[in-house]
């Protein structure tokens, strides 16, 4: 029994409200699972189309931000030719990982601030880190609303001469930091990329490589990975969206006998 | 439950009898006790003469820390060894039992080693008989006539043979360094280190591992425990001297007494020097 310095309080009421824990009111039936409510109002249940992890690396002129090529159907591999990564402006690049239709429908208002920021024709272009809080907002927004966007974004590119990487989840949490993973990555690619991040600034090379080997560990180790994937590489000179396979070996199993 | 009774002597393995109760229980609101559980990273590599196994030295129950430096890796023979994850107790209990089959098993045969396989063999017949209720699964490594082994024995039954593997909340992290730096026909000093790094990357990155990385070589024809290969977390060293100096408290004023003592009574023993 908890100790109250030895002094035991009967509750004052039974089958009513405790303090601190949530009250269903007995008339109320809350505990249907139903998508619709009694409104007609829908809510997000869960993602259906989705992409898997994104793997992100800022070097000491730039960003490299990459993802499979592959958008799930739930245990399917539906469609094999998608870019998850993207070229926003000059200033940033995107990687998406979470549901696919609740990105396409971010990447239309997304679509719409870039143009309106091109219309501005102030010769003042939107920024990494703009784009970066204003996901944040919009994520955090629809989280609170019980409604949320089932997003894993990662948001890259040069705040003027710095290089930039943040990540926003699906909660609105988001963070900045010089080794980024989404999904299965924060288990399989993280430890690796944190391994050589902490040593030092790495240079374009090295984050090449590292990139090269995380997407090689995904494909190996994740159920909905994928050997091909785009990667987007920002610096000073521009953005390079370019398409890379991942070199398999498969020499270990000629060596596997009996179990 | 009457017409139970006959066939109580015929009954072996684990009595799931009180499974409904207990099930009756949760849902009634008991909150069951929790297990011990090792929350680990542990890997094996083969290499070109013997097998590396390695872990880390943390067990945790639920949130808290129980024990920063305990023992992962357990001898099973001179010639097999094993690294286990999951539930404490399981896991002392099944090394225990491993122990006396196979010495049991290696004196019956009259042989001078016991092959990988039996071990692999027996414990996993033993864990499908109890339908995963003992939780906890290990990872056996050995060098017996036939060469070096890895297998893996998961908690219900089935096993792998491998020639790297991981297991444990750590095992992501240790994995990725494995699929990325293992090759075959590795010399030892070279397996050592990899299963090293892969153990440190589990301690570094996953919250259920901790303190120092622990080894085990296993060759043709000896084995070497090492405890404490690499120690990652240690209490920090003090930069500064946190003694006090003579002369810190000043003396106000000094009196000497001396205690009178009486001699009330003397006993004298002759001592046996012999």
């Known amino acids: ?259 | 439950m009457l017409n139970n009774f006959a066939t109580l002597d015929e009954e072996r393995g684990f009595s799931f009898r009180n499974c409904k109760r207990n099930a009756q229980l949760v849902a009634n609101g008991f909150i069951p006790p929790k297990a011990i559980k090792t929350g680990t990273t542990i890997c094996g590599v083969t290499y070109k003469d013997g097998v590396v196994l390695g872990c880390d030295t943390r067990t945790t129950i639920g949130n808290i820390i129980w024990e920063k430096k305990c023992e992962k890796i357990y001898k099973i023979q001179n010639n097999i060894f094993v690294a286990g994850a999951g539930t404490a107790a399981d896991m002392d209990g099944m090394v225990k039992w491993m122990r006396s089959n196979m010495e049991l098993h290696r004196l019956n045969t009259n042989r001078k080693i016991v092959p990988v396989i039996t071990l692999v063999t027996t414990l996993s017949h033993h864990f499908f008989r109890y339908g995963g209720a003992i939780s906890c699964v290990f990872l056996i490594g050995g060098v017996d006539n036939n060469g070096p082994h890895l297998h893996v024995v998961y908690k219900h039954g089935s096993k792998m043979k491998l020639p790297y593997a991981t297991m444990g909340s750590g095992s992501y992290a240790a994995m990725t360094i494995l699929e990325t730096r293992w090759k075959p026909d590795m010399t030892e000093q070279e397996a050592k280190e990899l299963v090293a790094d892969a153990i440190t990357s589990g301690v570094v990155n996953d919250l259920g591992s901790g303190t120092n990385v622990n080894l085990c070589v296993i060759r043709k024809s000896s084995s070497e425990k090492i405890n404490g290969y690499r120690e990652i977390c240690g209490n920090g060293k003090r930069i500064l001297d946190y003694s006090i100096k003579h002369g810190t408290t000043g003396i106000i004023s000094e009196t000497i007494k001396k205690i009178e003592l009486d001699v009330i009574e003397e006993q004298i023993e002759k001592m046996e020097v012999e």
């Open chain 1, 1 to 259: 029994m908890m100790s109250n310095n030895g002094v035991n309080f009967a509750p004052f009421w039974h089958n009513g409200p405790a303090p601190g824990s949530f009250y269903n009111f007995p008339q109320n039936n809350i505990k249907s699972n139903s998508a619709i409510d009694e409104y007609g109002f829908q809510r997000n249940g869960g993602p259906i189309t989705t992409g898997t992890s994104i793997v992100g690396v800022k070097y000491d002129k730039g960003v490299i931000i990459a993802g499979d090529k592959l958008v799930s159907y739930g245990n399917l591999a539906r469609y094999h030719n998608v870019d998850r990564v993207f070229k926003i402006n000059e200033n940033i690049i995107l990687g998406m990982s979470g549901d696919y239709a609740d990105f396409q429908f971010i990447k239309q208002y997304i679509d719409e601030i870039i143009l309106s920021d091109f219309s501005a024709d102030d010769r003042i272009v939107l920024k990494p880190k703009d784009l970066y809080t204003w996901l944040t907002r919009v994520l955090y927004n629809r989280r609170s609303r019980f409604n949320p966007l089932w997003l894993d974004m990662v948001v890259g590119g040069m705040q003027g001469e710095e290089p930039f990487l943040g990540h926003i989840n699906i909660r609105g949490r988001s963070y900045t930091n010089d080794v980024i993973s989404t999904g299965y990555g924060t288990h399989l690619a993280l430890p690796l990329l944190r391994e050589y991040s902490e040593k030092g600034p790495l240079n374009e090379e090295t984050a090449q490589q590292l990139i090269q080997k995380s997407m090689e560990v995904l494909f190996y180790r994740d159920c909905r990975g994928y050997p091909k994937y785009s990667q987007a590489n920002i610096n000073a000179n521009g953005v390079t969206v370019s398409d890379h396979e991942v070199k398999q070996n498969w020499d270990l199993a000629l060596s596997i006998k009996g179990y």
